[in-house]
């Protein structure tokens, strides 16, 4: 199948096109026809899928399909509005949307929280066709009445389950109250809780739904292993991997914003040139980090699960877990972005003593015992005490992330 069966313009077929996409993927065979037909959609899939442009590309066609001209009317409308979990996320989608959309005549802009507010307030003055937006930032706009939402025709929430792990639920029910009641509505998310299902419920109008094959439930082309080691091993045991493998574009997750820092300095102490990413740091050095990462020229980015989300690198080839997660889900998400795109990956998780329930709850979640492999030098002591783990871990689910 091509896109161009798919129903879409020549304007945004041609810049498919130049951004080398041949075929179109799963989910968007599936998704850009339903949402084409103007109808709810409702869709399991998660980052690395290619579901970005399964909602771009079809909402560009609908709003280049019926321009509304400005300005004589007064300035035109809002008329998309996608929401998203985390600032990062919302600049790649900006990015795509630029790209897909190139060759039209709309315009899009980003609302996210970390930056100042009177930039976007200037920009709010001119016309905004497409918003994406984290839910706090624009919160703040609506306060401001600095933001008008009342003619929004698509409303699409993005990786939905992690708005709602990040507490933005009651941010979510205040912004869709501020909507017009008619309008297409799109769910995107990689997992599907009771509350995302009862948000599902009261959200989508009699939704199409589609599921793509979930990485971690088949995931055949990510290559999973347990390096057991102790606690005050982990660090060097992580140097010697990177450097004995020459690995570059490493994405490593620690449980706090603490280790992650701890961990880059420690490794570019040891000639791995590395850069932590969280929450903590200003936009402009996630940004920077981030960019520095997808060109190659930063070998190891360290990165909290939420700074990581919806991190978009096609290819990545190896993901280290330096710590497991508190929550086995996140283990799925942070694999999620390895071995994209028909690439094959490797995830390798360095456990110690205190971590071995964490890692039998995750192998219970995948459904799948993990290989582990001992590393010269680094063996485990077997007799060691295990230690609580820290719940640091929950500090970066706060019910409102300030200033998002
Ligand atoms: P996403 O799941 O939207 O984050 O996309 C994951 C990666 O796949 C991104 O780097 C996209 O640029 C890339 N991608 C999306 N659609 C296609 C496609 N049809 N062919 C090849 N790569 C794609």
Redesign the pocket.
């Known amino acids: 199948m091509t ?1 161009s069966s798919l129903g879409l313009s020549e304007d945004i077929l041609r810049a ?1 096109s130049e ?7 799963p ?2 065979k599936q998704a850009i026809p339903a949402v084409l037909s103007g109808g709810d959609l409702l869709a399991g ?10 909602f771009v590309l079809p909402i560009l066609h609908r709003l280049s399909d019926r321009r509304i001209k400005g300005p004589s009317e007064g300035r035109p409308p809002i008329r998309a509005l996608i929401l998203v979990p985390t600032r990062e996320l919302a600049l ?1 989608v900006e990015e ?1 949307i630029r790209a897909y959309g190139k060759y039209l005549k709309l315009d899009s802009m980003t609302m996210i929280g970390g930056v100042s507010i009177n930039p976007q307030i200037t920009r709010l003055k001119s016309r905004v066709d497409i918003l994406v937006a984290t839910p706090g930032r624009l919160l703040d706009h609506v306060s401001q009445k600095t933001v008008d939402l009342s003619r929004i025709e698509i409303l699409v929430l993005d990786e939905a389950d992690r708005m709602l792990d990040m507490g933005f639920i009651r941010d979510i029910r205040k912004i869709l109250a501020l909507l017009p009641r008619k309008r297409q509505n799109l769910l995107f998310s990689a997992t599907f809780s009771d509350e995302i299902k009862a948000l599902a419920e009261g959200l989508l109008d009699h939704p199409e739904t589609i599921e793509v094959a979930r990485r971690n439930a088949t995931a055949e082309k990510i290559e999973h292993k347990v390096h057991l080691v102790d606690r005050d091993k982990k660090r060097p045991l992580l140097a010697h991997l990177v450097k004995k493998h020459n690995w570059h574009q490493v994405l490593v997750f620690t449980r706090t914003k603490h280790g992650a820092n701890q961990l880059a300095e420690y490794l570019t102490k040891n000639g791995i040139n590395s850069l932590a990413i969280h929450g903590n740091k200003s936009q402009g050095a996630r940004t920077r980090a981030l960019s520095e990462f997808k060109d190659g020229s930063l070998q190891v980015l360290v990165a909290t699960d939420i700074a990581a989300r ?1 991190i ?3 290819d990545l080839p190896h993901v280290v877990n330096f710590e497991l997660p508190n929550v086995p889900e996140d283990y799925v998400h942070r694999i999620g972005r390895t071995g ?2 028909g690439q094959s990956g490797e995830a390798v998780s360095l456990v110690c003593v205190d971590e071995l329930k964490l890692l039998s709850d995750i192998e219970r979640v995948i459904k799948r015992k993990i290989a582990q492999e001992t590393v010269p030098g680094f063996e485990a002591d077997r007799n060691a005490k295990p230690e609580p783990i820290m719940k640091a871990g929950r500090q970066a689910r706060p019910r409102r992330k300030p200033g998002s």
């Open positions: 896109f498919v951004r080398g996409y041949i075929e179109p993927t989910i968007q899939a998660q980052t690395g899928t290619g579901k970005t442009a399964g790649q795509s919806g978009d690198i096609a994209r795109a």
